[in-house]
């Protein structure tokens, strides 16, 4: 037999290439790679559905210290928000996803590899560019891109084949993974409408105000509220305590890979907090060019790495760079939560460059004259006045 890997969410696109694989002759392996979004209840029920429609294995991959140490840790180090909004939820997990299925076919010498994007997302990018890359002799079967298939078609299918399970829409399209859960629903594909509170995974709980702190080293968020742990897990924490709140809440919209708009919901407390505590504490502990650049250069990853160009030896040039740039980025956050809302009080940092021997902001100086300052802000003016002279221009 033909031995193809697939990759495996459970839903109704990979079942329908599932068992229409099987009855083309293929040896599936169903594959589905945990970043975060799979509880073990549903990596049973995501077993016992690939085995009833004709799988030869069924393998659950633990990718989420992986996801984070591969991906997630630099997009700390970047602040990275698309469109400054968004922190890239889903289409960071796809990377990772499809490094350790590619990983798995050659692990099993599989010749075929599968996934149940459709032609019309940027999903078939992430992953067709990976495989490609990765492993340019195994080759990419996309049933669903390929025969253009409804949703209907896809289940009059399976009915054909005596698989009678529930294939429901829900109203709303839910994926969630350590980084944020992305919701779609009939909103997001206009430009006007907003999500109802319902469609949102996580309801406010939670009314009365919590302070909270978080602590960085090295760029790498270390311990939350006094409380150390590995950085996966104190995400994890954060997201338990903050999503009660219902922080994290917005529409991304922006330019997909494919060329046309799209909008799509999301709920990300952990990461928003993260990434704003991180940044404010490198207003406090990195210098002004230092943040210059790496604002252009956590823009510009993001952007690549949105795109599917994870794999392009300049994100690793970056990596360095973000990587390097977090040596001085080590201190404490204080930060207030909110209903819908939170609110970054303050740092203590060793590393603090504001500090008060030097002068105080709008204050007094201590490390210079007024006779300092003056020569300072006439040779300032130099280039101004002489571009100016030479041009004849007169004050507009």
Not at 142 to 168: F, M, N, V
Not at 235 to 259: N, P, S, W
Not at 314 to 321: A, K, T, Y
Request: net charge negative; proline share 3%; with cysteine.
């Amino acid at each position: 037999m033909k031995k193809l890997v697939l990759a495996y969410s459970g839903g109704l696109d990979t079942s329908y290439c599932l068992k229409t694989l099987f009855q083309e002759g293929y040896e599936v392996h169903a594959v589905s790679v945990n970043t975060g979004g799979f509880t073990p209840k549903e990596i049973e029920e995501q077993e016992s559905k690939a085995m009833h429609m004709g799988a030869a294995s069924y393998q659950s991959i633990a990718a989420l210290e992986s996801f984070y140490q591969k991906i997630v840790k630099y997009l700390v180090f970047g602040n990275v928000l698309k469109n400054n909004s968004y922190p890239l939820s889903v289409s960071a997990e796809r990377i990772v996803q499809a490094m350790e299925i590619i990983e798995y076919a050659k692990k099993i010498d599989a010749k075929f590899i599968a996934h149940g994007s459709t032609g019309a997302g940027n999903d078939q990018v992430r992953f067709d560019l990976i495989f490609q890359v990765l492993a340019p002799t195994i080759k990419i079967i996309t049933p669903i891109r390929d025969q253009q298939l409804s949703r209907e078609d896809e289940i009059k299918y399976l009915k054909s084949q005596g698989i009678e399970l529930s294939w429901e829409k829900a109203q709303y399209s839910i994926n969630q993974g350590l980084w944020g859960t992305s919701v779609g629903g009939s909103e997001t594909l206009t430009s006007r409408n907003a999500l109802p509170d319902e469609a949102y995974p996580s309801s406010l709980s939670e009314t009365k105000s919590a302070k909270i702190s978080l602590k960085f080293e090295a760029g790498e968020l270390i311990e939350l509220n006094g409380k150390k742990s590995d950085a996966v897990t104190l995400i994890q924490e954060l997201q338990d305590l903050a999503k009660t709140y219902a922080i994290g809440r917005d529409i991304h919209v922006g330019d997909t890979i494919i060329g046309i708009k799209g909008r799509v919901g999301f709920e990300a407390a952990a990461p928003l907090i993260i990434i704003k505590a991180h940044h404010l504490l490198e207003k406090h502990t990195l210098s002004k060019w230092q943040q210059f650049q790496k604002e252009q250069l956590g823009s510009f990853y993001g952007m690549q790495l949105h795109e599917g160009n994870y794999l392009d030896p300049v994100m690793r040039d970056i990596e360095l760079f973000l990587q390097n740039s977090q040596e001085k980025v080590n201190g404490e956050v204080f930060i207030t939560l909110h209903p819908y809302r939170f609110e970054l009080e303050g740092i203590e940092s060793p590393n603090d460059l504001m500090n008060a021997s030097f002068g105080s902001y709008g204050e007094m100086n201590k490390e210079w004259t007024a006779e300092d300052a003056k020569g300072f802000i006439k040779i300032t003016a130099n280039a101004h006045t002489i571009y100016r002279n030479v041009n004849k221009e007169e004050t507009k």
